[in-house]
C-alpha cells in the first residue's frame, strides 16, 4: 500500500461517530485521518469539511496529514489549487444544503464567481 485516503461514507444513526477533542479545529473524518497518520508509516490524505486554504495549509504545516483533498472548493473556484500555492484568496463554498452544485452546477451561488 503507498497511501492512506482517509473519508468515511454515509452516517448511520446506529453507528456512533467519533467525537474529536473540543480544541480540533477539524470535524470527525479529518481527526480521524490526523490519528491514523500518527500510527502509520505511509503517507496520508484527509478529507471533508477542508474549505479554505488557510484550513488545508494549517494541517500540512502542522503535519496532521500528508495531503488534503479538496472536493467543493474546487468545483466553486477551478484555480483553487493555484491560488493556494500562491496564498491568495480562494473563493469558497457556502456550504448549501443540499449542494447546490450537485443537484446542477449553474445553480451554485458560487460558481459563477
Known amino acids: 500500500m503507498d497511501l492512506l485516503h482517509v473519508s468515511a461514507g454515509i452516517e448511520s444513526p446506529d453507528v456512533p461517530?467519533?467525537?474529536p477533542p473540543?480544541?480540533?479545529p477539524f470535524n470527525w473524518i479529518v481527526y480521524c485521518g490526523t490519528e491514523i497518520k500518527k500510527n502509520?508509516?505511509?503517507p496520508v490524505i484527509v478529507v471533508n469539511g477542508i474549505r479554505t486554504s488557510s484550513q488545508a495549509?494549517?494541517?500540512i504545516e502542522n503535519r496532521l496529514a500528508d495531503?488534503?483533498?479538496v472536493g467543493r472548493g474546487h468545483l466553486v473556484d477551478p484555480n483553487w489549487a493555484n491560488k493556494a500555492i500562491k496564498k491568495m484568496e480562494t473563493v469558497s463554498?457556502?456550504?448549501c444544503?443540499?449542494?447546490k452544485w450537485f443537484e446542477n452546477?449553474?445553480?451554485c451561488p458560487r460558481h459563477s464567481i
Open 67 to 69: 495531503f488534503v483533498a
Open 17 to 19: 461517530l467519533p467525537q
Open 40 to 42: 502509520v508509516s505511509i
Open 97 to 99: 444544503k443540499p449542494c
Open 22 to 24: 473540543q480544541n480540533f
Open 93 to 95: 463554498c457556502l456550504e
Open 57 to 59: 495549509a494549517l494541517i
Open 105 to 107: 452546477g449553474d445553480l
